[in-house]
């Protein structure tokens, strides 16, 4: 039998096995065709990416080296408020940089750059896997990737652009040694502050050159690499300037882990606190502040992202309205820089700083903000800061909470006319931490309405409020209605929460005031009406922008409802009285915080929603300072000067605008339930000046001292017996328990008097503000209490 024969007979005899086999088996490929397969698909993959490797080209750098200014202007599109962008950059050899500080980038960004070959396989798997599986989005990068992208291509997150990034940085690894590589993109990243570059950054962040950097310090910018203006520590909100401390840790743990650092060098390295920001050119007056607003909403909504952004080569068009913004500065002024005296008194009328923002209820447009006196003299934008307490202007989401609710913990339900005990440093009950806070001058009111409560700002009525309302629904109803679910102050642990513990900006507290005054409708305040990028050939990139469609927060009759309440607030027996200046119909509410360290008045039109928060800041360590003092007086309220700037911005800003009255649904002859806590525990008569009565229209009594409202109240009382009070204004009031060694006691002050012009019949002449809690008796070591 010849070979070719016997070939023939094998073949035959195959086919004829296969014949044989089930026919669900004769359907699978044999192993020969299957290896053929993956075989020839195999050769087509080594095949392309050897044709993609060489189409591919290196291309010349991209126009970042002469990245355009981007123009900021107002909302009418052609005011222009700054410009800013130019490209803050000086390249520098490998050799100028420390060893320590590119050990300490490479430990942050790629801890495989010195083996891989210009990209990570296995990182790439790695971050697409996490991806995948929800772990959020990561992007596997390797330097040498990362500098392709920065100094070859653009930031564009497409599959196109990336599998470019992935070619190039091949043959950038093979045609440029390691050094280079991370010179190049040590010179070409975004640090934050403006600084485009290694040596830039370490002037903007330590006022050195960058041979000069420390082993903490190199790591502290390599750290920034990851969020270059999330983790400015001097700017950042608590909770990311904790990430940006624990990113440092973990560069540090990287390059001991790398053989880099000894352990002995890593525990004696400690966190090196940069200089404070400075300002950029052309930011000067109001510019810098409303520039800042724009960007940080452009990033956080996603719209784009810091480096993108700083780039270059964008026209904004803002929702700043200048006369309002310039109504705005001018009302600070008037009302306030012109009243104090640094001469005079060194001691407590300097460094007195001002928060502002104002917000259409029915857009959420941001028409204008206040966020210092000046960008090139103070580079922080107080506008946007979360470290300061709002105090009673948070009692309007207790009681917003406590309409949702409808009724207390026994049944009793909840409306405006629900009747509170009002008897100073009552201890609440069904809290989760022990709380008595005290009344504005310690006044016992006895039984009041949830309505006088608020229009008096009787801090033992709605610290019991709130947790008959729950303290939970009272949180998750400030996040509905605007405040951001990650400030401090927030947590439904603490029973102290109910009195304004929260720290908003003042742009997310004019953001939830707005959902009031819009019947419950909420939109989130943005500040950005256009972005759009010419390029060079003519085309133009126009990102989308976010739909601005209301969202349904709390039913609009318990809005109205809160609203109706707060109209009272604006009267001349409320704590916000001087708003009555304003001769529209208006509501609000004042807030004033534990020490006097912040005063606060959130009020709103039917048309406008502005907030002004007031408080005092060292310089140098920017710890807060108590505004007792301040323009001679002995303490500040937030019915005098927030209120005072409020009104005369208001006057401004809506000054030949017809005006509206409220529109709202609401019943205020809803009967008046009673419920006033009994105290099961036996309790002593605590001494008091008088005990009041309430009169049919709720007046404080006559025999007793008038409060000034909304001042701050002494600091919260040590753990007190469980049980309430017996009801009624003759009931005893529990003994007052000793504070804790921890705790401020400050003694009674006087009330302040204004020298201010008086204010229409019936108004008080200093109308002063509220104050909101104190914190529980063992308040977490972060958070300040309030009272």
Not at 611 to 640: M, S
Not at 674 to 682: L, N, V
């Amino acid at each position: 039998m010849t070979l070719s024969t016997r070939r023939q007979a094998k073949r035959a005899a195959r086919r004829a096995a296969r014949r044989a086999l089930p026919r669900w088996r004769r359907i699978l490929p044999t192993w020969r065709i299957t290896l053929g397969t993956l075989a020839a698909v195999l050769l087509l993959a080594v095949g392309a990416f050897a044709a993609l490797y060489v189409i591919v080209p290196v291309p010349d750098p991209n126009a970042h080296a002469v990245a355009q200014n981007n123009i900021y202007l107002y909302a009418d599109g052609t005011t222009e408020i700054a410009r800013t962008g130019a490209v803050n950059r000086t390249d520098v050899t490998i050799d100028q940089i420390p060893l320590q500080t590119q050990h300490a980038v490479v430990s942050a960004e790629d801890r495989t750059f010195y083996r891989n070959r210009g990209i990570d396989l296995k990182g790439m798997l790695r971050a697409g896997w996490n991806t995948l599986t929800g772990k959020g989005m990561q992007g596997g990068s390797t330097i040498t990737q990362q500098y392709v992208k920065n100094y070859y291509l653009t930031q564009d997150k497409t599959i196109e652009r990336k599998g470019r990034e992935l070619f190039i940085a091949l043959k950038v690894d093979q045609q440029r040694d390691k050094p280079d590589i991370l010179a190049g993109y040590l010179n070409s990243s975004y640090f934050g502050r403006g600084a485009y570059g290694i040596q830039s950054a370490a002037h903007a962040y330590y006022g050195v050159d960058v041979s000069a950097l420390t082993l903490a310090q190199g790591a502290y910018l390599a750290s920034l690499l990851q969020a270059p203006s999330s983790y400015d520590v001097k700017t950042a909100t608590p909770a990311n300037r904790e990430k940006a401390i624990a990113r440092w840790h973990y560069t540090l743990d990287g390059m001991v882990q790398l053989g880099f650092l000894t352990n002995a060098e890593r525990a004696a390295t400690t966190f090196p606190e940069p200089n404070d920001p400075q300002p950029a050119t052309g930011l000067s007056g109001q510019a810098g502040y409303l520039v800042g607003v724009a960007d940080d909403y452009l990033v956080s909504a996603g719209i784009i992202d810091t480096a993108t952004l700083k780039a270059g080569g964008w026209r904004i068009t803002t929702t700043f309205d200048k006369p309002k913004q310039d109504a705005f500065s001018k009302a600070v002024q008037d009302e306030l820089t012109d009243e104090l005296d640094p001469r005079t008194r060194p001691t407590t009328d300097t460094d007195v700083r001002v928060a502002g923002a104002s917000v259409e209820p029915a857009t959420g447009r941001v028409v204008a903000v206040y966020g210092g006196p000046d960008y090139a003299k103070q580079p922080y934008n107080d506008a946007l800061r979360q470290d300061n307490q709002i105090g009673s202007t948070f009692k309007p989401i207790d009681l917003a909470a406590g309409l949702i609710a409808q009724h207390t913990l026994d049944g009793t339900r909840i409306t405006p006319d629900t009747r509170y005990d009002g008897t100073s440093e009552r201890p609440v009950t069904g809290g989760p931490t022990p709380y008595a806070p005290p009344n504005e001058d310690d006044i016992d009111y006895g039984d009041i309405t949830l309505r006088y409560a608020m229009v008096k700002s009787v801090n033992s009525v709605y610290a019991q409020e709130g947790v008959d309302a729950g303290l939970t629904r009272v949180r998750d109803t400030a996040v509905k209605l605007g405040i951001p679910d990650n400030v401090r102050g927030m947590d439904p642990a603490n029973t102290s929460m109910t009195l304004g513990t929260a720290t908003p900006s003042a742009i997310d507290l004019a953001g939830a005031y707005a959902t009031l005054a819009n019947h419950g409708q909420a939109n989130a305040p943005w500040s950005v009406l256009k972005l759009e990028r010419v390029h060079t050939g003519g085309a133009v990139d126009v990102p989308k922008m976010p739909d601005h469609t209301p969202v349904d927060a709390i039913d609009r009759s318990y809005a109205d409802a809160v609203t109706d309440v707060l109209r009272d607030v604006v009267s001349p027996r409320g704590t916000g009285a001087a708003a009555l200046d304003l001769g529209r119909p208006a509501a609000g509410k004042t807030g004033t915080t534990d020490s006097n360290l912040s005063a606060w008045f959130a009020g709103y039109t039917p048309e406008l929603t502005t907030t002004v928060g007031l408080f005092r800041e060292n310089p140098k360590t920017h710890a807060k300072e108590p505004l007792t003092g301040t323009a001679g007086l002995t303490r500040i309220n937030g019915g005098a000067f927030p209120t005072q700037i409020w009104t005369a911005y208001m006057a401004a800003a809506l000054n030949g605008t017809a005006t509206q009255q409220f529109d709202l649904q609401t019943d205020r002859d809803t009967p008046a339930p009673s419920y006033s806590p009994s105290s099961s525990a036996t309790s002593t008569p605590r001494p008091t000046a008088t005990t009041p009565t309430t009169t049919a229209a709720e007046e404080p009594p006559t025999s007793a001292p008038a409060p000034a409202p909304d001042t701050p109240t002494r600091a919260p009382s040590a753990p007190a017996p469980t049980g309430d009070p017996a009801p009624g204004p003759t009931a005893p009031s529990p003994p007052a328990p000793q504070p804790t060694p921890t705790q401020e006691q400050p003694s009674p002050t006087a009330r302040p008097t204004h020298t201010r012009p008086t204010h229409p019949t019936g108004t008080p002449t200093t109308p002063a503000a509220t104050n909101p809690p104190a914190a529980s008796a063992t308040p977490p070591a972060h958070e300040v209490p309030a009272q």
